[in-house]
């Protein structure tokens, strides 16, 4: 079963920063945060992930509280194109290439 | 280089039949994982399969089967369709098991009458 919980749907202005929350209070201490997207149509695209640090890269930023209980993705700049669902997943150890995906945020930018 | 392919894209089988799906992963890949997508039910780990040996395998009934071949392309099969195995089903390859950058195929879209 998931171990994350995400709003449901989310809407943002597009050139705008979109901040995409997500909720993990039972994830243990060598469990990352990975998050995941698909725009409609396509099979989900790997964004970013982390420990513990704050991560950035490329597509979007990763910040992640003290206690780890919960993360926040921050898209700088959405455009039209970054309207997707958005996947917050904690990977349950041990368990080789395997991702539980919740239901994830529906994330609509509006020109 | 060339992504994850999935074939075939749509297909429709009625119901008792049998399908097997298709996937070749990226070159270089060795590690291919199943999905199985559906509105109720999101995004479900179906097997994940490392040099011809099957590693995981989620909570799905024994009709679910897959295999894969020496040079990584994978297939999963679908034994007694039903109508609830309509969905669209997801393949994923990386380089290694546990790596945390999965790609994604297009999926195959599975109807079931």
Redesign the interface.
């Known amino acids: 079963d998931a171990k994350t919980t995400q709003p449901t749907s989310m809407d943002c202005a597009e050139g705008r920063a979109a901040n995409l929350p997500c909720n993990h209070s039972t994830i243990s201490g060598n469990e990352y945060v990975y998050w995941y997207r698909q725009i409609h149509s396509q099979g989900p695209q790997y964004i970013i992930h982390g420990l513990k640090n704050n991560e950035t890269n490329e597509m979007a930023s990763l910040i992640i509280t003290e206690d780890r209980k919960s993360s926040t993705l921050i898209l700088p700049h959405a455009t039209l194109r970054d309207t997707a669902v958005y996947y917050c997943i904690v990977r349950v150890p041990n368990t080789g290439n395997q991702f539980y995906f919740g239901t994830g945020t529906s994330l609509t930018v509006i020109p | 280089k060339a992504g994850?392919t999935q074939t075939p894209r749509y297909l429709i089988k009625t119901r008792g039949q049998q399908v097997t799906l298709s996937c070749s992963p990226i070159s270089g890949h060795r590690?291919v994982?199943w999905?199985q997508q559906t509105p109720g039910q999101?995004?479900?780990?179906l097997f994940?399969y490392?040099s011809e040996t099957q590693?995981?395998k989620?909570n799905f009934p024994g009709r679910f089967s897959g295999r894969q071949f020496s040079n990584s392309r994978s297939e999963m099969n679908v034994s007694t369709l039903e109508l609830g195995d309509s969905a669209l089903y997801?393949c994923?390859s990386?380089l290694i098991?546990?790596?945390?950058?999965?790609?994604?195929?297009?999926?195959t879209r599975l109807t079931v009458t």
């Open positions: 994850v590690s994982s999905y999101g995004l479900q780990f994940e490392f590693r995981n989620g997801l994923a990386s098991p546990s790596s945390y950058e999965q790609y994604f195929g297009p999926g």
